[in-house]
């Protein structure tokens, strides 16, 4: 996983609530078996029209956001589906931070996975920044990860996230690997499981 | 003084430190091609194998063809995606239930029509309706690709506890109102978000005296209220599922299971985190007329005016789904004329969703307007349909008769709307573009697209008369 330390970047906000993961990609970009590429496709339906010709109205096209990294959005963020392509083609994009008063809870999930940082913040603070961001003069803010504080012009806020969560992130952790030293405890649990349950080992078809 | 879901918890906890999420164990994996071929690929790439085959099983199902099956899938990218299932699963010693095999179908309606789904397990899949195994008193949450990958190479995967909600139905449904109707109705009250950070309980009397079936339909559609799973206690009407199903325990086994099952239910006096109550005799058939799940009313409402609303943001997602579902506040939900019908999804696609839609449809025609198809959630259970006669009561009808797969609940494959296109679907989101660029979804139970199928536009199901010969009962 890519590490996550500290981030400056440009905002954009989609502020709508319940982004859905069918909005974020839609499906008939996850026949593909590569974990790559999946940026051009990011809020296809907005992003582009009918025809396959870019939307000038939504937001991303227009010039002064398309080098945006950070994403401010509205709450429920993510929810729909299970599928990581939605967190892969957002950080594809280019986005390293995703604000928003809440997510989804299996999307929330799956951005921690591949280091890309989901924030939640109170639903008021994140329709200020909406605004600012929306503004001519833009907005920027700095994410310090180990600090759990955002900075701005004229703002700061803490934000939770769980500790190890963060520490999996500060240092790029690869979490199966950390499982499979625990190769002991699986073990003893699997011989235990057998003798206490032996009716859930399938039967050989 | 435990919930089910943290006696299930506690029985499958393999680390538990501090300052880290609990390490669980997983009983079952269903794989299908979508989610899985760069969890296979990371694996390969790390050198790494996976550890409990024998507790993996796959299918494909979701960017399937659901007709000419005998041809070659005309769709490049999708049949190199099904090409590295199969790969996948022969080099990684995985049984997966082929196209073209009786066993293949949506993977939720095959886990338990199996007998792989049982009480008290662990269960994931690459797929947010995981949820609807919940219904036998298993945990099942659904989980990203990086998720999918660490549970083939470990078969564990780290748990932060999710909060307990109770959600209890006093009472009964009323004739022509199904356990659709019921989760619908608990979306538009507890919202989209609702269930964010929890998993959802279902109790009380309307819960206890449904079907298996129905009660999957409800836990199936847990996720769409954000929680990630959904639990009904196993009761007598679960182990009567799963007796004799192929990979049911047997003999002294089935004995055995049984009395770990009956110990599966919450404490009486067990604390939830949340509760809400629902009166079941007071639900109504249900039809969704906006762009989230939430947003439904009773078929005998009307389409709502955004104006009533007062908070901000969702006075704003109320115009936007009325403009992208082309709807004008204060029509009346019987009044919106529809071009499509869909019957299947893993949400409405079993045996029971087919034959409570041919009692509607038996003897009648599919209206002109309307191109109506029909795709079992498994193969298995278009044998049987086909058995019952239910498939010539659908395609008399002018129903199209399918193989089985996810189709258009989220057209992945062909089977999809044009923009514009108004369908009375079965299945669980209503987004859009969910079911095609531009396409128009309303979320409503088999009956109720059968009836509108017929109709060619909304009609309340309990006016219609029904063949109860085939309902049968669910």
């Known amino acids: ?205 | 003084m435990k919930t089910l879901y943290e006696k299930i918890l506690e029985d499958h906890l393999v680390v538990s430190e501090s300052g880290k999420p609990d390490l669980i164990y997983i009983d079952l994996h269903l794989v299908h091609e979508v989610t899985s071929p760069q969890a296979f690929a990371a694996l390969r790439s790390a050198g790494r194998s996976v550890r409990r085959p024998d507790l993996t099983f796959a299918t494909a199902d979701h960017a399937i063809p659901t007709r000419n099956r005998h041809l070659p899938i005309a769709d490049k990218v999708a049949a190199a995606q099904i090409d590295a299932l199969r790969r996948n699963c022969r080099d990684f010693g995985i049984q997966l239930f082929d196209l073209g095999s009786i066993e293949q179908g949506i993977v939720h309606v095959i886990g338990p029509e199996l007998g792989l789904t049982r009480p008290g397990m662990t269960i994931v899949c690459g797929d947010s309706h995981t949820a609807t195994h919940g219904a036998f008193g298993s945990l099942a949450f659904g989980i990203g690709t990086s998720e999918v990958e660490h549970v083939l190479a470990t078969q564990t995967l780290p748990h932060g506890k999710s909060k307990n909600m109770l959600i209890r139905v006093n009472g009964k449904l009323q004739s022509g109102v199904t356990a659709k109707d019921l989760i619908l109705t608990v979306i538009n009250r507890i919202g989209t978000a609702g269930g964010t950070g929890y998993v959802i309980e279902y109790a009380g009397e309307a819960i206890r005296s449904m079907s298996m079936e129905s009660r999957m339909t409800i836990c199936n559609m847990s996720i769409e209220a954000g929680a990630r799973a959904g639990l009904i206690a196993p009761d007598d009407i679960t182990f009567e599922y799963l007796r004799g199903r192929r990979y049911s325990p047997a003999g002294e086994d089935w004995e055995r299971a049984i009395e770990y099952w009956r110990t599966l239910r919450s404490d009486d006096d067990a604390g939830f985190d949340s509760c809400y109550e629902f009166d079941g005799s007071s639900i109504s058939p249900t039809v969704t007329w906006g762009t989230s799940p939430e947003m439904s009313v009773p078929v005998d409402g009307c389409v709502p005016d955004p104006e009533t609303i007062t908070d901000e943001t969702k006075r704003n997602a109320y115009i936007r789904a009325l403009e992208y579902m082309e709807l004008e506040p204060g029509t009346l939900i019987t009044a919106i004329e529809i071009d499509t019908v869909f019957i299947g999804s893993c949400t409405n696609s079993r045996i029971g969703d087919l034959r409570a839609a041919a009692s509607v449809i038996a003897g009648r025609k599919v209206s002109p307007r309307v191109r109506a198809l029909v795709v079992p959630g498994s193969m298995q259970v278009k044998k049987q349909a086909e058995e019952e006669g239910l498939a010539r009561i659908f395609t008399e009808a002018g129903f199209q008769w399918r193989d089985a797969g996810c189709s258009m609940c989220l057209a992945m494959n062909d089977d999809i709307l044009s923009p514009g296109e108004r369908c009375a679907s079965t299945s669980n989101r209503n987004f859009e573009g969910r079911q095609g660029r531009g396409g128009r979804t309303h979320l409503v139970s088999p009956e109720m697209a059968a009836a509108a199928a017929i109709a060619g536009h909304f009609v309340d199901v309990r006016e219609f008369s029904v063949n109860k010969a085939l309902w049968k009962g669910l």
């Not at chain 1, 609530?17 to 078996?33: E, G, R, V």
Request: proline residues 5%; hydrophobic residues 40%.
């Open chain 1, 1 to 205: 996983m890519e590490r996550f330390v500290n981030f400056t970047g440009k905002c954009v906000a989609i502020y709508r609530a319940n982004i859905d993961t069918d909005q974020i990609i839609p499906k008939q970009f996850l026949k593909s078996t590569e974990r790559s590429g999946f940026g051009r496709y990011l809020f296809y339906d907005w992003r582009y029209n009918a025809d396959g010709s870019p939307n000038s109205e939504f937001i991303l096209n227009r010039p002064n956001y398309s080098d945006s990294t950070i994403l401010l959005t509205g709450t429920n963020f993510g929810c729909g589906s299970s599928r990581e392509h939605a967190p892969w083609s957002i950080l594809d994009y280019g986005f390293r931070v995703i604000i928003a008063p809440g997510f989804a809870d299996i999307f929330y999930n799956n951005c921690l996975k591949i280091g890309l940082l989901p924030i939640v913040l109170p639903e008021n603070t994140v329709a200020g920044l909406a605004k600012k961001a929306s503004s001519s003069d833009g907005l920027f803010l700095s994410v310090d990860l180990a600090s759990q504080i955002i900075t701005g012009q004229n703002f700061l806020e803490h934000f939770e996230i769980d500790p190890f969560r963060k520490d999996c992130l500060l240092k790029g952790l690869d979490e199966i690997g950390l499982t499979l030293e625990k190769e002991a405890d699986i073990q003893r649990f699997e011989a235990a499981r057998t003798s206490r349950f032996p009716f859930l080992n399938y039967p050989l078809a």
